[in-house]
């Protein structure tokens, strides 16, 4: 007990000793620049503002975990197949944290093995999305959660049901007391935790968001090709930001009538606007080379074709093979640092808790 | 980094120091009682010979993971998708590490939504079964790793298949020539793996572990009553040894015949023997709490009327209210620590990897 104790006395004053050291180093920096923390990826990061900060896309910030009570729920209800009518669905049954947040899958399977009509959205570095869902309906995260919960072709129950379940389980009741300081579970705080858990899963120390922070050896010659020539050939003009995309809708076939699909009217669904039909949600391009099928029809498997498709479709442009494997590579290096969670332990149910049903 | 170093120098000197101390202290015992570990619950114990040494039923043992890499593979292949056709279940799919290592259904849910024959036994100290299946089909967890995932109710991918996706993913390959220093990927590899992380899968430190070695206050009156029937009322004849049962086949239905499901023959279907009708592998007590619904036919959900039914058909007796409470409270005591682990990021698939088909 003596040595566990010496152990921890030295590991929290070494990392007293190293905050006070970054947290310097950072306030002779920009101040906008100065937090620094720990991420689910769990590496450390710092420094200054580097000329690369003018680029059209930044490093996914390194963020804290202001509330982790809420998110530790919000990562139990995250994995609890109870949520589903047969109690074996659950949020990360198509947004697999092992498989880049999605199920790689063309579309999901839900409750009775229904197939939605739709390739699941990655979960990683959603909070950059401007909205959820591939026609952007639900404006939030929170608002997003709670709609698979009730969906018949996915977890098929209900939010009464929902919170009924989680209600006659005493470990919830105690949980959502501690942070939502109620002792009655509502269909809102449920979405909400979950929703500050999904917030935690961005993908920082991505290769390439080391080299916009100066690290120049972290990504290769092919790929810094293929970043001028994603500029360039204008895929950048949807694809910025934190998440590569994400921050705005646009029309799939802008210069040429999208075929393959012709089913799925994207943003009309939410606007009724003609202008709005075969308008989609810009997809993230973080960690890409993890959550094939692409498009929302999940139209292929092949990143380089989805590269091809996009410059015929949105660009007009046909691009040589070198260009296109440049491309990729250059997709690849933003694959970032994959959430780290330790896999939850969930409490029993009571006698009282509804029984799953699998019909 | 310096301090990064220092720290890491002080806790190996600190482990080291503390292994030879509690080595020291270890030979003066029992030579039997020597060995002290991490399991993935992550406390440490050591200590001398109890009295209670003698009970019939003994505190699980703390283990060492001898072959890191090894189980990382296995864990990491547990929660494979791809493992399946649907490129959706993996072994955790029914053997839910979220849920006491089983689903909490009847039966299991399967490929394209069947419904499996018969209630998903856990896999949390499975290792202490004398065999493997309610019918002891299996005679270990390698062998029994294979079932599923060739099972057309279950996973219904073939063993064929199931490598094909292996081989196809470099980091897999590599993964299995660092363990099995072979390029090529062999079932029988993949089920040592998924075994070999299976037998990490112990709950040590239960509340009555801990009473079984001495510490008293771990338990209250209620549950050393409920002990101390479990031992006259004759259920320990059959529920002992580490795992509080696995170490046996009996008839269900010993006193009176079993009259809710007479389909399900057990043990006949390996042996053909008359005599092993209605024969079933003793079950594993152990976080009994975790894992309702109760017996191979899911037929209570209630700990308590699983109890009484025991003692109609097994024993031929009938447990008063406060004796039920007793050994149900009992049950609840042998609920040990949960396997911790981290939930594994999986590698992508690549362009010639079978794609999945989830029809």
């Known amino acids: 007990m003596r040595i566990t104790k010496f152990i921890a006395i030295s590991c929290l004053l070494a990392s007293t000793v190293a905050g006070g050291l970054l947290f310097q180093a950072g306030a002779a920096e920009n101040d906008s620049q100065k937090r620094i923390g720990y991420g689910r990826g769990g590496r450390m990061q710092g420094g200054g503002v580097s000329e690369r900060s003018k680029e059209p896309i930044q490093p996914i ?4 975990d202001d509330n982790r009570a809420k998110t530790d729920l919000g990562l139990k209800l995250f994995f609890e197949p109870r949520l589903s009518k047969s109690g074996w669905i659950s949020c990360n049954s198509c947004h697999n ?69 989680l209600q006659t389980i005493p470990e919830y009741v105690k949980w959502f007391k501690e942070v939502y300081g ?5 269909i809102d705080n449920v979405a909400d935790a979950i929703a500050a858990f999904e917030e935690t899963l961005t993908t920082p120390n991505s290769r390439f968001d080391w080299w916009l922070k100066d690290y120049d050896d972290k990504i290769s010659e092919s790929e810094l090709q293929g970043y001028a020539l994603f500029k360039e050939k204008g895929c950048i003009g949807c694809h910025n930001g934190f998440g590569v995309g994400g921050s705005d809708y646009q029309k799939l ?53 989805a590269v091809n498709i996009m ?49």
Chains 1, 2 share one sequence.
């Open 61 to 64: 910030p390194i963020t804290f």
């Open 97 to 165: 944290l092992a498989t880049g947040g999605a199920d790689n899958l063309p579309t999901s399977i839900g409750h009775k093995w229904l197939f939605g009509p739709i390739n699941a959205p990655t979960v990683l570095n959603s909070k950059f999305n401007l909205a959820q869902f591939w026609d952007g309906r639900a404006s939030n995260l929170k608002e997003q959660a709670k709609g698979p919960i009730a969906n018949p072709m996915e977890m098929a129950s209900n939010h009464e049901l929902a919170v009924n379940v």
């Open 182 to 186: 109620e002792g009655k579970i509502t």
């Open 253 to 305: 076939g802008v210069v040429k009538p999208y075929s393959k699909d012709v089913q799925t009217l994207g943003r009309y669904h939410v606007t009724k606007k003609e202008s709005d039909k075969f308008v989609f949600k810009v997809p993230l391009l973080r960690n890409i080379e993890l959550t094939a099928p692409y498009f929302h029809d999940a139209s292929t498997w092949s990143l380089s074709e």
């Open 311 to 359: 410059a015929e479709y949105q660009l007009g442009t046909t691009l040589t093979k070198d260009e296109t494997g440049n491309i990729v590579a250059f997709l690849k290096a933003l694959t970032g640092d994959q959430p780290s969670v330790i896999f939850p332990i969930l409490p029993p149910s009571s006698e009282s808790t509804p029984k799953p049903n699998r019909n």
